[in-house]
């Protein structure tokens, strides 16, 4: 399409909006993937660096935050340059940096921190302080062409699983959250029962693609009253009861000898998105929203794409999943929820500290 000048008939270009040009490097350091990603203007990805520490942590069967601490130390600045680099920008074309300040590991967190707080300092660049839940939110939006507000969010990872009703970008207001376990946690302990690699999400999921989803009746959380919310420790129980053949006293098989281990994996799978599933749609109901945003480790499953999917088309309601590469932890988020920060002028000053919760 030609970019010269519109014919009488053409309608009136757009402005762009303000902070359109504007770059902000994200930094994310929470749990155990060391990120950071340039972002133009909230939506345009420049670049994007995650290093994960997936080996380190494999061999316990999930993360142990002092190993999670020491790798970001090792990372955080090359992943930065790597950036830098990848965008073809350096730090004098930056507008901001955003970082992660919470929730998450509190040694984690305070790498990217101290990282980020060290370079806006020595550029005198404007410090955005991000959560990490709100990032979340903010990833399943960036592929879309409209605002989804107002609208659900559905957040579920390794370490969350929450429902928050999302009035903008920045206005995110909880509404029910898990009582225990997180989604991405039960996976990852079942998978560990099951002798399946770390982390159990994706490798629960690849199993159970040949099991039989209902072949096991597993429980599901069923909030009383009408009311929305999550629970994952009975189900996990339960699945631990099933491998000892429902003497609780007994000893956990070893992998190779559990017969059904794929239709235990698809049982599992089956239930923990029917839970999810089940409690959004009856929670964008209450709320009369009509889009539901779904994001965190989770959103990569293929079942649970599948089933809100299908229950979102049921009920009349849009379902949004960003791309996989932008649903686990990544600096992407945090750069694009930063640039909504920065224009709205949510600047952090050198006492903004990491926080666990």
């Given at each position: 399409?030609?970019?010269?000048?519109?014919?009488?008939s053409s309608p009136p270009a757009e402005d762009p909006p303000a902070g359109a040009d504007e770059l902000v490097l994200g930094i994310e350091s929470s749990c155990d993937e060391t990120a950071a990603a340039i972002v133009r203007g909230g939506r345009h990805v420049l670049s994007s660096v995650v290093d994960s520490q997936i080996a380190e942590h494999a061999?316990?069967?999930?993360?142990?935050?002092?190993?999670?601490?020491r790798a970001h130390l090792r990372r955080i600045l090359p992943c930065i340059d790597g950036a830098l680099s990848e965008a073809g920008v350096d730090l004098d074309d930056l507008s901001a940096i955003a970082v992660t300040c919470r929730p998450g590991l509190i040694g984690s967190l305070l790498v990217g921190l101290s990282a980020a707080k060290a370079l806006a300092f020595v550029r005198g660049l404007p410090l955005v302080g991000v959560h990490h839940i709100e990032a979340h939110s903010y990833a399943?939006?960036?592929?879309?062409?409209q605002p989804p507000y107002p609208c659900l969010a559905l957040i579920v990872s390794g370490g969350h699983t929450a429902l928050y009703r999302a009035d903008s970008a920045l206005q995110l207001t909880p509404l029910a959250s898990t009582l225990d376990d997180a989604?991405?946690?039960?996976?990852?302990?079942?998978?560990?029962?099951?002798?399946?690699?770390?982390?159990?999400?994706?490798?629960?999921?690849?199993?159970?693609?040949?099991?039989?989803?209902t072949a096991i009746?597993?429980?599901?959380?069923?909030?009383?009253?009408?009311?929305?919310?999550?629970?994952?420790?009975?189900?996990?129980?339960?699945v631990l009861y099933h491998l000892r053949g429902?003497?609780?006293?007994?000893?956990?098989p070893a992998p190779e000898d559990i017969p059904d281990r794929a239709d235990v994996a698809a049982s599992f799978e089956a239930a923990v998105v029917d839970s999810l599933v089940t409690n959004t749609i009856t929670c964008a109901?209450?709320?009369?929203?009509?889009?539901?945003?779904?994001?965190?480790?989770?959103?990569?499953?293929?079942?649970?794409?599948?089933?809100m999917s299908?229950?979102?088309?049921?009920?009349?309601?849009?379902?949004?999943?960003?791309?996989?590469?932008?649903?686990?932890?990544?600096?992407?988020?945090?750069?694009?929820?930063?640039?909504?920060?920065?224009?709205?002028g949510q600047l952090a000053d050198w006492t903004l500290d990491a926080s666990p919760r």
């Open positions: 399409m030609s970019h010269g000048t519109p014919s009488p061999p316990y069967g999930g993360v142990v935050p002092e190993v999670a601490g399943a939006t960036m592929e879309l062409d989604a991405g946690e039960a996976f990852d302990k079942v998978g560990y029962l099951l002798g399946l690699a770390y982390p159990g999400g994706p490798s629960v999921s690849a199993l159970a693609v040949s099991g039989n989803p009746r597993f429980p599901r959380y069923r909030p009383k009253n009408g009311e929305v919310g999550f629970s994952f420790s009975g189900l996990k129980t339960s429902g003497d609780a006293l007994a000893a956990t109901r209450r709320e009369g929203l009509e889009q539901v945003l779904v994001a965190g480790g989770v959103a990569c499953n293929r079942r649970l794409r599948e089933e299908r229950a979102g088309e049921s009920a009349g309601i849009r379902i949004h999943f960003p791309s996989p590469a932008y649903c686990t932890d990544n600096a992407v988020m945090i750069a694009g929820l930063g640039w909504e920060m920065l224009r709205a």
